[in-house]
């Protein structure tokens, strides 16, 4: 396979609307040319792999058979929409994807008129499709002409609480909506609990398989050859242990299983359904997981996530580093602990590989549980651990802890409870964009009362927040560090617990000091190495902690210099906001101390690379120079960041 595919038919797509013009033989090629294309772009820009081309005819039967987008097509995760938006008008820039001023690697409202709702985070599909099908019986869209809602959520979406909460209700308002369940047996990482388990003996057995027909309740639906088999099917599955489906006791017809990849079998049950519903449709397709491509086939993860890649080989392009990643890091101190306090147990939801937590998975696997996609359950399950004497490290990236936050404040915090949050992919994350991005933690933890918030500034310090983490039994804890590569400092072998809100002097100066709280330390020392060049020696320190702040170490650098500028990887109402409180009430501002607080702007970042969302954010080391230059009323060139207020 080359870099650059040949695909006729494919050229002549420009819209859904071209695809309703072919015969079913083409859409098979289309098809064909579709998988070829996704390997090809993904192969030059990275990203999420595997989930697309398992659904590629799925995508190609979807758009042939409705009438999107007066239809509404909503993807759960929509990690799996490269196909969509090859079909959608957006060949032409989808090797611009995850980059810069490209197109997004999820579906978003802005980028086409072919997504209706925007995700990243899952199992939200169901609950907006039903939205748009009550709008449009409402009259509420500006077009009279609204159509169906479509969803398509995935095995290990449909694990969340939110996908049947939908349905339930979905159910109850008995409004034709279509829901596709896209049953790869593989999310990020094997699904986990009892609905892959129902899924897999759905399917399991010979008969349903063999048949691909339709459970009680759907079969008036399918097309006359499928009738028969659909009712012997029936008949045998009666004496099945599975007995009747879950989806029909929520009040949903069900179709299915039939197999996503077959043209021949999407096509003609996706037009007798959208011919037929009157109310609530689940059509259970079978995929596969990196379909067509037999490195992602083989790979543990399907390919989930990958960086550039060989098309022939698949061997995988990244850069190399000499330093570990926070991520293993992490996962390392916390199995060198574990090893020594057999109180210590790993929660994580459905993300043991991003965590880190496979690592730790391997080695006790007892003491470890993956509790699929429900950060709601996850954060209250790590509660009811902390109750019964364990030492739980819930291990959340931030963005999706903001799922749990109110059992976070009513099971944890409230309580008291010594839960270990290891806060992951804080700060800005890169080619994810905003959906993915860590801003909002530190403000909404450290409003909590007795929390304790800390970031680590390297990957030292993230060893001794882990050992902290493990010491630290009155109430709930957490600390945050960034995606990637730590910054290549020496490591200790043991990580020290720190004294509780105790921050740490990193360099002596004078006039103007820096408080840093978080992995922007590196840049703070690239800006004072250029401030030196103009005779300016800041002192510069690093918090450590949000929460409780060290309050000995702050009033000290507000009595001792003229100015103090905070500076964090996190958004307005963070660290910056609580030193400026504590100021305040000090009295410290009526001495004349001038402050700053560099925080990320109250806007959400595109995605680009890490260093051009922090330039966009004014985070960088020469928008660190500038601050401080100002501060000091020294002309400067001056910062296009937006981050400081």
Request: aromatic residues 6%.
């Amino acid at each position: 396979m080359t870099d650059t595919p040949h695909t006729p038919l494919l050229d002549r797509i420009n819209s859904p609307a071209d695809l309703r013009e072919l015969s079913d033989q083409d859409l098979r090629r289309v098809a064909d040319e579709l998988r070829a294309e996704t390997i090809s772009a993904v192969s030059q820009t990275g990203g999420h792999l595997g989930a697309g081309l398992g659904v590629v005819e799925l995508t190609v039967a979807i758009h042939a058979v409705f009438d999107t987008p007066r239809d509404r097509l909503i993807w759960d995760v929509s990690h799996q929409c490269y196909p969509h938006k090859i079909l959608t008008g957006r060949r032409d820039r989808i090797r611009t994807l995850r980059q810069k001023d490209g197109l997004s690697g999820f579906t978003k409202r802005s980028e086409s008129p072919y997504d209706p709702f925007g995700a990243a985070h899952s199992s939200t599909s169901i609950s907006a499709a039903l939205g748009f099908s009550m709008a449009r019986e409402l009259g509420g869209a500006p077009d009279p002409s609204l159509g169906d809602g479509i969803a398509v959520i995935g095995d290990g979406a449909m694990s969340a609480g939110m996908a049947y909460e939908a349905m339930n209700n979905a159910g109850h308002l008995d409004r034709r909506l279509f829901v596709i369940l896209n049953d790869n047996e593989m999310s990020i990482a094997p699904p986990v609990g009892a609905m892959s388990s129902y899924l897999s003996r759905l399917y399991a057995g010979a008969p349903y398989q063999e048949l691909k027909a339709a459970a009680k309740g759907a079969v008036s639906m399918l097309p006359p050859p499928f009738r028969e088999g659909a009712r012997r099917a029936h008949e045998l599955v009666k004496g099945m242990t599975i007995g009747g489906t879950l989806f029909e006791e929520l009040g949903f017809s069900y179709v299915g299983p039939i197999d996503g990849h077959d043209l021949d079998q999407l096509l003609p049950v996706l037009r007798t359904a959208r011919a037929r519903a009157t109310g609530p449709v689940l059509i259970h397709a079978i995929t596969k997981k990196g379909k067509g491509f037999r490195p992602a086939e083989d790979a543990a993860d399907k390919g989930h996530g990958v960086s550039k890649f060989n098309v022939v080989t698949g061997e995988q392009k990244k850069a190399p580093s000499n330093a570990p990643s926070y991520t293993k890091v992490f996962a390392q101190t916390l199995m060198d602990e574990a090893a020594r306090d057999d109180r210590i147990v790993a929660v994580t939801a459905a993300m043991p590989d991003g965590t880190g937590l496979n690592l730790f998975a391997e080695r006790f696997p007892k003491r470890c549980f993956d509790v699929g996609i429900a950060e709601q359950h996850g954060v209250t399950f790590s509660a009811g651990l902390a109750g019964g004497g364990m030492k739980p490290f819930c291990a959340i990236y931030s963005t999706f802890l903001q799922r749990g936050y109110d059992q976070v404040v009513h099971d944890v915090a409230i309580q008291r409870l010594p839960v270990r949050f290891a806060i992951d992919r804080a700060g800005l994350v890169g080619a994810d964009g905003a959906t993915h991005a860590g801003a909002f933690d530190t403000a909404f933890l450290s409003n909590l009362p007795g929390f304790v918030v800390m970031a680590a500034a390297d990957e030292a310090e993230l060893r001794h927040m882990v050992a902290t983490a493990v010491a630290h039994d009155d109430g709930p804890i957490a600390f945050r560090f960034p995606r990637g590569e730590g910054t290549g400092v020496d490591m200790p072998e043991r990580g020290v617990p720190l004294e509780i809100g105790r921050g740490r002097m990193i360099q002596e100066g004078r006039g103007v000091a820096i408080l840093s709280f978080g992995a922007r330390l590196k840049e703070v020392m690239d800006a004072s190495e250029a401030l030196r060049a103009r005779g300016i020696t800041p002192t510069i320190a690093d918090a450590r902690f949000s929460k409780p702040l060290d309050r000995e170490l702050l009033l000290r650098l507000a009595r001792e210099h003229d100015a103090l500028i905070t500076i964090e990887e996190g958004a307005i109402g963070g660290f910056g906001s609580h030193v400026a409180q504590l100021l305040a009430e000090e009295g410290v501002f009526d001495t004349g101390l001038r402050f700053r607080s560099m925080v990320l702007p109250d806007i959400f970042i595109d995605q680009a690379n890490p260093r051009d969302m922090y330039a966009v954010a004014g985070l960088n080391a020469e928008d660190i120079e500038a601050k401080v230059l100002s501060v000091l009323g020294i002309e400067s060139i001056g910062s296009k960041g937006q981050g400081a207020s």
